[in-house]
């Protein structure tokens, strides 16, 4: 089955600073991939997804970006605000059907100091 | 996106007794999914609930322990049955829409 690694585990930057949180992944077969964000309390939110025939998404202030032949994907987040703290989960799968299932990476905790 | 109610949201339970979450959808959906978030950690996915057949378990969950009912396209429920500290966490269903996932609020189980 998928495996998703995420690193690092915690993550603190100056307000105004670039974040970026790294995953790998383990199936070539995984052809969708999602970030959650999380704030304590609160259920999972997806805020940025890439299909495996983009290389690059972006919104707003975040990005995502996939390198199929190594099997890794990152997110961006630009100008970071003190609202990014949160916990931010990768996931990793298929778009529907029968691979439905999505395989989350550990989370890291994103702190934005002021 | 879909629009998911869980409840209950929180519960305090006995050991050795048994809990049922119940989740419904505004919309019709194929599969609707039931993950576990242990506290601090990761969503890791107890089992895939199909309508009309028996639900798919993940590697380290089982039926008797977790046993899952979607009766229709809108609604589903899980069983935490017999009860232990350990099963202390948080119980999330999900679904898919135009393949984005999407969670319901969570039930907290707290097991004494």
């Known amino acids: 089955g998928e495996n998703v690694e995420q690193h690092p585990s915690t993550l603190s930057v100056q307000e105004g600073d670039s974040a970026v949180i790294k995953c790998t992944y383990s199936?070539?077969?995984?052809?969708?991939f999602p970030w959650y964000k999380q704030e304590l309390g609160k259920r999972p939110q997806l805020i940025i997804d890439?299909?495996?025939?983009?290389g690059e998404k972006k919104d707003q202030r975040i990005a995502v970006t996939l390198n199929k032949t190594a099997k890794h994907f990152s997110l961006h987040i630009t100008e970071t605000q003190p609202e990014d703290s949160a916990d931010y989960f990768c996931?990793?799968?298929?778009?529907?059907?029968?691979?439905?299932?999505?395989?989350f990476g550990k989370g890291i905790t994103l702190s934005v100091r002021p | 996106s879909a629009v998911i109610s869980q409840k209950p949201s929180r519960d305090i339970c006995q050991r050795g007794t048994s809990l049922t979450i119940q989740c419904q959808v505004d919309?019709?959906?194929?599969?609707m999914f039931w993950y576990r978030q242990q506290p601090g950690q990761s969503l890791t996915l107890i089992a895939t609930?199909?309508?009309?057949?028996?639900?798919?378990?993940e590697s380290g969950f089982v039926i008797d322990k977790f046993p899952i009912s979607r009766p229709n396209l809108t609604f589903s429920t899980l069983t935490v049955s017999n009860m232990s500290p350990e099963d202390s966490s948080i119980y999330l269903c999900?679904?898919?829409?135009?393949?984005?996932?999407?969670f319901g609020s969570g039930t907290q189980l707290s097991v004494l």
């Open positions: 999900s679904v898919r829409q135009n393949e984005k996932l999407f």
């Open positions: 199936d070539s077969a995984s052809n969708y």
């Open positions: 890439i299909r495996s025939n983009v």
């Open positions: 996931a990793a799968g298929g778009v529907g059907g029968a691979n439905s299932k999505l395989t």
């Open positions: 919309s019709q959906v194929t599969m």
């Open positions: 609930a199909n309508q009309g057949s028996e639900a798919t378990y």
